[in-house]
């Protein structure tokens, strides 16, 4: 109804200023003007089928040109203003053509807006048939495995790839779910303790010299159990890469306002024509290595989605003597900074080996 109203104003705004054409021959260009400005105005937000849009062209141009020749013809006008009204066509036409490519590219957007649509509620639905049909078997495998016995050596080494196939389904699903809106559930975070937090949980567990370096006091905005999958898959790696001995260093800084987390370490290192790939999904930085050392090159992939989720980026530095790889967040919308002294701490090689499957992370208590 709102539209046919509008084209009614306009109606009724043509028909007075044809009628002030007609009562003030010498002062008809303004009118004139009025209506063909008016008319491209309103085709500007209002899009006509091609048969209206002809129709009011040919009209508003006839009757104007109409009026202008009766004007001529009384010596009211000059004969040049007649071109006026090709003049005012050729605007009019072109904002036809400007608004048709106006609705075609919307229309194009909306069209990718529901293909997209769709794909995420297809990509749902997968997910969901992945999480039942892939972990029901594996669970009911291990099951049985486990009554057989754990002293068979032949069971030891099926119980350790059903758990490998566990956590490749796992990180796909988690990556999957990475390009959702509702992948996040963000919150104020002290960055401190909960670094210290994961610090002690590894120190326990992975026989490494750790080292809690220096440590930023400050909050970030972040979903504490993503950011926490995140740290512990560079620490993961660091473990893979380092020897019993070794050091790996965690630590923060404030950096032009982002939150920056590292983990350094003392490991092999990353060859300089794998550094622009280890973030890509199923990457290892060597392809020699067993699959039980490299794992199935998930982790930093998972690190990077993560975050990418949280607006930040991933930064790896390596050479000869170890490797640096750090997770950057934006600043937290209040910038505030605790009023701390940064510290750090030494944790000798634990005395304990990792658990039965080396590749998995520690439990979060």
Known sequence: MRPRLV????LAFAGANIAAMVRWEAWETVPFHFIWVSLTLLYGFRVWRPVPTASVLVGVAASTGVLIVYDVHMETQEWSELTEVPLMSLMFLAMVWHARR??????????????RASLLERQERFLHDVSHE??????????????????IPEVEVALDELGRIERIVEHLLLLAR???????????????????????????????????????PVRVE???????????????NAVKYT???????????????KRVIEVRDEGCGIPPDAIDRIFDRFARADDARSRGAGGAGLGLAIVDAI????RGACRVQ????????????????????????????????????????????????
């Open 222 to 236: 972040a979903d504490p159990e993503r950011l926490r999958i995140a740290l512990d898959a560079l620490l993961e």
């Open 178 to 216: 990475a390009e959702r809106p509702d992948f996040l559930l963000t919150e104020e975070l002290e960055l401190e303790p909960f670094l210290e937090d994961i610090f002690i949980r590894w120190s326990e567990v992975a026989p490494r010299c750790w080292r809690l370096g220096s440590l930023a």
């Open 7 to 10: 084209d009614l104003g306009w």
């Open 243 to 257: 020897e019993i001995g070794d050091t790996i260093e965690i630590s923060s800084r404030l950096v032009g306002g």
């Open 134 to 151: 892939l972990r029901t078997p594996v669970t009911i495998a291990r099951g049985h495995l486990e009554v057989a016995g754990h002293r």
């Open 307 to 310: 975050a990418k989720a949280h």
């Open 102 to 115: 106006r609705q075609q590219a919307m229309h194009e957007v909306e069209q990718l807006a529901e293909s």
């Open 318 to 365: 390596s050479d000869a003597r170890g490797t640096i790889l750090s997770l950057e967040l934006p600043p937290h919308a209040g910038g505030s900074v605790l009023a701390a002294a940064p510290r750090t701490v030494d944790s000798q090689p634990a005395a304990a080996a990792l658990a039965a499957d080396p590749d998995a992370a520690p439990a979060t208590p």
